[in-house]
């Protein structure tokens, strides 16, 4: 366990090559999900011209994947330097995916190993925000099952979740302290079932807060 931890320390340490756009953040998310290949393979040709060997294969790979290529060998030489963990039993892979930037993100109970780990990756790391389909997996019943579906933008996917009662969301730095404190001054502790101290203990690790 201590060396799994020191692993994810490490990985999580890896800066995104999409960090390179930080200035043009709206537009590239607006040309994920607009799915504009044009505009995509701009920001793939940008990433290709870099000197950095990690930072230009992650070009390579939103380019591949736009003329319909997985890429999985590429992705699976370079995702730890873009700072995406290995996790335990493939929860996280390149078939999740497309054009370059994380699409799907496939949650699961605790039945599946390093589960919270894969959790608080998705809602701290950039490379989450770009997903536009979430999925909540059990085998609660014997076989794997989808329990819980939403499809739309990474915060709405987010937002929603709180209001399904799970709070682990509220550490993600999409949300604003204003946010987060107008949350907890709202906070209703029967409603929500969960004591207003253990829903600060949980906002405290947002770095926003």
């Not at 799915?35 to 870099?50: K, P, V």
């Not at 894969?118 to 909540?136: H, L, P």
């Not at 085998?139 to 987010?158: N, P, Q, V």
Request: proline letters at 2%; a negative charge.
């Amino acid at each position: 366990m201590t060396d799994r931890k020191k692993y994810f320390d490490h990985i999580n340490a890896n800066q995104s090559p999409i960090l390179q756009f930080t200035d043009r953040f709206d537009q590239l998310l607006k040309a994920v999900k607009s799915n504009s290949i044009e505009d995509l393979l701009f920001y793939a040709g940008y990433l290709e011209s870099s000197d950095t060997d990690s930072v230009k294969a992650r070009g390579t790979l939103i380019r591949l994947q736009c003329q319909g290529l997985e890429a999985e060998d590429l992705f699976e030489a370079y995702r730890e330097s873009w700072g995406i963990p290995i996790f335990h039993e493939n929860l996280l892979t390149v078939s999740d995916f497309k054009n370059g930037f994380l699409w799907k993100f496939r949650d699961h109970t605790s039945s599946w190993g390093e589960d919270q780990e894969a959790r608080e990756w998705f809602y701290t790391n950039i490379e989450a925000r770009f997903v536009r389909n979430y999925e909540f997996w059990s085998d609660d019943r014997g076989s794997e099952e989808m329990m819980f579906g939403k499809y739309g933008m990474y915060k709405e996917i987010l937002s929603a979740l709180i209001q399904e009662a799970e709070f682990g969301p509220l550490i993600s730095p999409v949300f604003t302290k204003e946010e987060l404190q107008s949350f907890i001054d709202q906070h209703d502790e029967d409603d929500l079932g969960i004591q207003k101290e253990a829903l600060r203990d949980i906002i405290e690790q947002n770095i926003n807060w």
